[in-house]
């Protein structure tokens, strides 16, 4: 029987959005700073090498709406929830000290990895499950199964917990200032992704 090749084409967008901030610590000007934003990923498998023009525009188009979403996010996330998410980087260029805004797209992103785990985990879980009980013979036995599944489980709570113990970290050094500013994030870069509907 022959075997099928396929071929992931896909494509990404991005953008930069300038920002600058006042450092809590050294009160100096960071300068001009850009956050380097991308957006999903455009993804088209086909049986082909080559894709037609027409799925390569659909792709772009795709990776383009994939942009604007994030775009959004970050631009509501900023300016109705106070949430700056990674991308601006909150490390001062002059004194190297952390700022107190940095911590809130920590707190967004807590999450992410551990779930990010335990759906991994799932997953591996489920088709265990699925060769185990599809399976003539003992290839697949039930402890392990459910040993991966217990795996993934204390890796996502590590995460959590590693997680959260870097968010206190950055709180307690950034609380020393007193001091609270926010970015200064010129969003007239990104107006046109702004106001695009999709």
């Not at 071929?7 to 000007?29: A, M």
């Amino acid at each position: 029987m022959a075997v099928r090749s396929y071929y992931k084409h896909s494509r990404v967008k991005d953008t930069r959005i300038p920002y600058s901030f006042e450092c809590e610590s050294c009160k100096q000007n960071s300068g001009n700073l850009q956050a380097h934003i991308v957006g999903a990923e455009a993804v088209h498998n086909s049986n082909f090498r080559e894709i037609s023009d027409d799925r390569a525009e659909k792709l772009e188009k795709q990776a383009y709406n994939f942009l604007v979403v994030k775009v959004k996010e970050v631009y509501k996330d900023a300016t109705e929830k106070g949430i700056y998410c990674t991308e601006f980087k909150d490390e001062c260029p002059h004194c190297h000290k952390s700022q107190s805004w940095g911590v809130s797209g920590l707190k967004k992103n807590r999450f992410d990895t551990p779930i990010t785990i335990l759906c991994v985990g799932a997953i591996m879980f489920i088709v265990g499950l699925v060769l185990h009980f599809l399976s003539d013979t003992t290839d697949v036995p039930l402890p392990i199964v459910f040993g991966a599944l217990g795996l993934a489980v204390i890796c996502a709570i590590i995460s959590f917990i590693w997680n959260t113990i870097k968010i206190n970290m950055k709180i307690k050094a950034t609380s020393a200032s007193g001091t609270k500013n926010v970015p200064n994030i010129d969003w007239d870069k990104v107006q046109g992704l702004l106001n695009e509907q999709i």
